[in-house]
């Protein structure tokens, strides 16, 4: 309250009344938490947590508090620029130049044989909803995709039948008040603390507060799973199927249904 913590990035730069506030979502990683970002003049100063129990309460990662400077680095674009049809060379333009070549661009190689839009797996759903609105309605592609990454046939079958939909309306998934009630969670190629930092304060303390036990399928017991207090299986990566088969069937792990089994991207690339 006397001032004695100060982040070292904000102090002495401006005032709290100075500051404009917007809520917003950390883009971070996958894990929605919620935000609130401070800036002046166009400048963000600061960005602190939001508040969103069924979230990350009111809590964020260093990540999502302090790692937002990259929006001003020296060598990020400022203004627009398009490509010269004669010389080839980027030259500056204007906003509503800029959107005229976009759209002519985009309406060539739509006719040309498609377009394909890459929007990343780290948005909302609000904003994934608008990527793919624009992709059906405006560019007639159905080709819309989260993943940048090698990928199969089995993942988009899986994702189709288990996951698309849940737990947007209630009708299941798992969501982070079910992590700290779960008396076993099992992580499969998933490292919370690098990859997910609100699931792994969720899981930090449902081990420490509510018991939980954490088994990871992971070569070796990193920093990150210490912290929320996990039992290595130790697991060769690729392996991580037959290690979750071999969970199952022992029943020592404590691996039933009432289990929760976290599986990081990279899994996608393992049978």
């Known amino acids: 309250p006397v001032g004695a913590l100060t982040s070292e990035s904000y102090r002495f730069r401006s005032r709290p009344f100075d500051l404009v506030s917007t809520p917003s979502v950390a883009e971070h990683d996958a894990c929605g938490a919620s935000i609130r970002v401070d800036h002046r003049r ?22 999502d508090r302090f790692a937002f400077t990259y929006a001003t680095a020296d060598d990020r674009l400022r203004y627009p620029q398009v490509r010269d049809a004669e010389t080839g060379d980027l030259r500056p333009a204007s906003w509503p130049e800029a959107f005229a070549v976009a759209a002519r661009g985009l309406a060539a190689a739509r006719d040309a044989g498609g377009v394909g839009v890459l929007p990343g797996g780290r948005l909302t759903a609000e904003d994934a909803y608008a990527y793919g609105k624009l992709a059906r309605v405006a560019l007639g592609t159905n080709d819309v995709d989260f993943r940048a990454r090698p990928l199969s046939v089995e993942e988009a079958d899986f994702l189709a039948a288990h996951v698309v939909g849940t737990g947007v309306d209630g009708s299941g998934g798992v969501t982070y008040a079910d992590l700290e009630t779960a008396q076993t969670v099992v992580l499969a190629g998933l490292e919370p603390e690098d990859e997910a930092g609100t699931i792994f304060l969720r899981l930090r303390k449902a081990s420490l ?50 289990a929760i089994v976290l599986l990081g991207e990279r899994l996608a690339t393992s049978p």
């Open 209 to 258: 507060q509510h018991g939980t036990r954490v088994l990871a399928l992971a070569p070796f017991t990193s920093r990150g799973l210490r912290k929320v207090g996990a039992t290595l299986v130790p697991t060769a990566p690729g392996q991580e199927a037959a290690s979750l088969a071999a969970l199952v069937e022992q029943a020592a792990h404590g691996v039933d249904k009432n």
């Open 42 to 63: 166009g400048r963000v100063m600061r960005r602190l947590s939001g508040d969103d129990p069924a979230v990350n309460e009111e809590w964020i990662t260093d990540k």
